[in-house]
């Protein structure tokens, strides 16, 4: 079946980085737009970053010349990478896989920022 999986979460100071996985089995990953979302407590789950099977990305307006998304096809990752890093960054980051008709989330991975 398929399986995503985060890691990479922790807690981290203000103005830290942190690198976000996501390792995709069970689907062609190369034919799936990856994307990373974020719910914080209490709050919606919100979109921060997509990438496509053409490797285009997009950043919601609040991460932008922050985070970088990435992916390598060959071995069905995608990635997150978070710098400068802010208190309102804190909250659980899951990944999604997408195409036509078809979606996957992964359980999520927790990120805390905080002195």
């Known amino acids: 079946q398929v399986q995503l999986v985060e890691s990479g979460g922790g807690l981290v100071q203000p103005g830290g980085s942190l690198r976000l996985s996501c390792a995709a089995s069970g689907l062609a990953f190369s034919s799936y737009a990856m994307s990373w979302y974020r719910q914080a407590p209490g709050k919606e789950r919100d979109l921060v970053a997509t990438?496509?099977?053409?490797?285009?990305?997009s950043y919601a307006d609040s991460v932008k010349g922050r985070f970088t998304i990435s992916r390598d096809n060959a071995k069905n990752m995608a990635y997150l990478q978070m710098n400068s890093l802010k208190p309102e960054d804190t909250a659980v980051y899951y990944c999604k896989a997408h195409q036509r008709g078809r979606l996957y989330w992964g359980q999520g991975t927790q990120v805390t920022v905080s002195p």
């Open positions: 990438i496509t099977t053409g490797d285009m990305t």
